[in-house]
């Protein structure tokens, strides 16, 4: 693994990211955008009803419910996160609005990956009838190496995401994780396709990283370290 100094953009600070697993996402090719056909995980639907005289119809989409994990290695003082390549972002960048809207042939085009990347918890879809802690246990495991007990999940809070369009709920956890407990490299499942690298941050750099906006990430990842942060000022 190696060392990168990278610069915050809230205080003109800097935060030290090390990496655990090195990049297997360097770009894509043959993108185009086109209409959503058999969905496997969002099903767009719409509600229609009325309001203070108003007649209304508001598009939704039905997706699954999810965990979402904070990572502390006591070991070496560092704070375990995942850094994948997300479509979704790629295509509102400046570079993804590029790509071409359902070619006649398949296009011969390639895009780095860089315009798609952010910084995330580890966390997984709740896809199966197994409490959220056994799904949280599973992705810990799956994504960054480390084996751990459901015991050793704590609770940060659930929140709810996409209030617009899915009103998805999500089990936020805390848990600590010592060396002697990794026992893969991680990197999410290779069977499914899946590409994750594995981040390590600093504990004294943590709250610097949580506002660097060089590093996209979403909101529940920096309600998690702000937690973590809440924490330890009440500790004294």
Same mark, same amino acid.
């Given at each position: 693994?190696?060392?990168?100094?990278?610069?915050?953009?809230?205080?003109?600070?800097?935060?030290?990211?090390?990496?655990?697993?090195?990049?297997?996402?360097?770009?894509?090719?043959?993108?185009?955008?086109?209409?959503?056909?058999?969905?496997?995980y969002l099903k767009p639907f719409a509600i229609k009803f009325d309001?203070?005289?108003?007649? @209304?119809?508001?598009?939704?989409?039905?997706?699954?419910?999810?965990?979402?994990?904070?990572?502390?290695?006591?070991?070496?003082?560092?704070f375990v996160f995942v850094r994948q390549f997300r479509p979704a972002?790629?295509?509102?960048?400046?570079?993804?609005?590029?790509?071409?809207?359902?070619?006649?042939?398949?296009?011969?085009?390639?895009?780095?990956?860089?315009?798609?990347?952010?910084?995330?918890? $580890?966390?997984?879809?709740?896809?199966?009838?197994?409490?959220?802690?056994?799904?949280?246990?599973?992705?810990?495991?799956?994504?960054?190496?480390?084996?751990?007990?459901?015991?050793?999940?704590?609770?940060?809070?659930?929140?709810?995401?996409?209030?617009?369009?899915?009103?998805?709920?999500?089990?936020?956890?805390?848990?600590?994780?010592?060396?002697?407990?990794?026992?893969?490299?991680?990197?999410?499942?290779?069977?499914?396709?899946?590409?994750?690298?594995?981040?390590?941050?600093?504990?004294?750099?943590?709250?610097?990283?949580?506002?660097?906006?060089? @590093?996209? @990430?979403?909101?529940? $990842?920096?309600?998690?370290?702000?937690?973590?942060?809440?924490?330890?000022?009440? @500790?004294?």
């Open positions: 693994w190696y060392q990168r100094r990278v610069r915050g953009l809230r205080r003109g600070s800097t935060a030290t990211i090390f990496r655990r697993t090195l990049s297997r996402m360097t770009s894509i090719k043959n993108a185009w955008l086109g209409p959503l056909e058999n969905p496997k309001i203070n005289g108003h007649k @209304k119809t508001w598009e939704l989409a039905k997706t699954h419910d999810s965990v979402a994990i904070l990572i502390y290695n006591t070991t070496r003082n560092v972002v790629f295509v509102k960048s400046e570079v993804g609005k590029s790509v071409p809207w359902t070619p006649e042939t398949v296009p011969q085009n390639e895009y780095s990956t860089e315009h798609g990347l952010t910084y995330e918890l $580890c966390a997984g879809i709740i896809d199966r009838t197994e409490p959220p802690e056994n799904i949280a246990a599973a992705e810990v495991f799956e994504e960054t190496g480390y084996r751990i007990g459901v015991d050793k999940l704590d609770l940060i809070t659930r929140v709810v995401n996409g209030v617009g369009t899915s009103g998805e709920r999500q089990h936020m956890f805390y848990t600590e994780v010592t060396d002697e407990q990794r026992e893969t490299q991680g990197g999410g499942l290779a069977e499914e396709g899946e590409v994750v690298e594995v981040i390590e941050v600093a504990r004294d750099e943590i709250e610097k990283f949580a506002f660097d906006e060089s @590093k996209p @990430k979403p909101p529940g $990842c920096i309600l998690a370290i702000v937690w973590w942060l809440n924490q330890q000022k009440s @500790k004294g």
